[in-house]
Antibody, heavy 119, light 110 residues
Framework: QVQLVQSGAEVKKPGSSVKVSCEASRGTFSNYALNWVRQAPGQGLEWMGGIIPIFGTAKYAQKFQGRVTITMDESTSTGYMEMSSLESKDTAVYYC????????????WGQGTLVTVSS | QSALTQPPSVSGSPGQSIILSCTGISSDVGSYNLVSWYQQHPGKAPKLMIF???RRPSGVSNRFSGSKSGNTASLTISGLQAEDEADYYC??????????FGGGTKLTVL
């Protein structure tokens, strides 16, 4: 059974950075991509970006280009999403999700990590 | 990439059928048969309900079905049940390893 386990909630100051992790069982991302999706309070889902571990190159939504870095440590099957220059509007639940590179859907999701940005 | 368009809310009575719509553009919904639908209950992670427009994952009730015509995808829920009350999001592959979600529809079971 695939499980994606994310790191715990974070409280950050405006202007700082946050790094959220997503740990999976070995082999989970063979032929799959790791993606990050966020959800602001009371709002919808927003795709942020993703990485296909076998290729190693990340792709970002234009909105997050330059401010978000997505990486994957294949030795530990752990993915990371780092966001810099945090603002209050970045307060949201951040989800990691596995996506099939063939059928392009998100089949497994992490439990979500709440990031609160507040002075 | 603009979000796909979904009605903010839909309601129905138990036993009824309802249709949730999801409208995109020619470069996302219109270009790929790769629309997926997700159900989200409050405080929970999204759950995959439909992928590739019409396919249901193992374990998802056959009361859920998907379709697509042009730039619009639809999710039909038949035999509405109380536990179907949730937010529903459509999502389309948009090419070059990118995706776009809809704004979500809140389904209320009366």
């Amino acid at each position: 059974q695939v499980q994606l386990v994310q790191s715990g909630a974070e409280v950050k100051k405006p202007g700082s950075s946050v790094k959220v992790s997503c740990e999976a069982s070995r082999g989970t991302f063979s032929n799959y991509a790791l993606n990050w999706v966020r959800q602001a309070p009371g709002q919808g889902l927003e795709w942020m970006g993703g990485i296909i571990p076998i290729f190693g190159t990340a792709k970002y939504a234009q909105k997050f280009q330059g401010r978000v870095t997505i990486t994957m440590d294949e030795s530990t099957s752990t993915g990371y999403m780092e966001m810099s220059s945090l603002e209050s509007k970045d307060t949201a639940v951040y989800y990691c999700a596995r996506a099939s590179v063939v059928t392009r859907h998100f089949d497994y999701w992490g439990q979500g990590t709440l990031v609160t940005v507040s002075s | 990439q603009s979000a796909l368009t979904q009605p903010p809310s839909v309601s129905g009575s138990p036993g009824q059928s309802i249709i949730l719509s999801c409208t995109g553009i020619s470069s996302d919904v219109g270009s790929y048969n790769l629309v997926s639908w997700y159900q989200q209950h409050p405080g929970k992670a999204p759950k995959l309900m439909i992928f590739e427009g019409t396919r249901r994952p193992s374990g998802v009730s056959n009361r859920f079905s998907g379709s697509k015509s042009g730039n619009t995808a639809s999710l039909t829920i038949s035999g509405l049940q109380a536990e179907d009350e949730a937010d529903y999001y459509c999502c389309s592959y948009a090419g070059s390893s990118s995706w776009v979600f809809g704004g979500g529809t809140k389904l209320t079971v009366l």
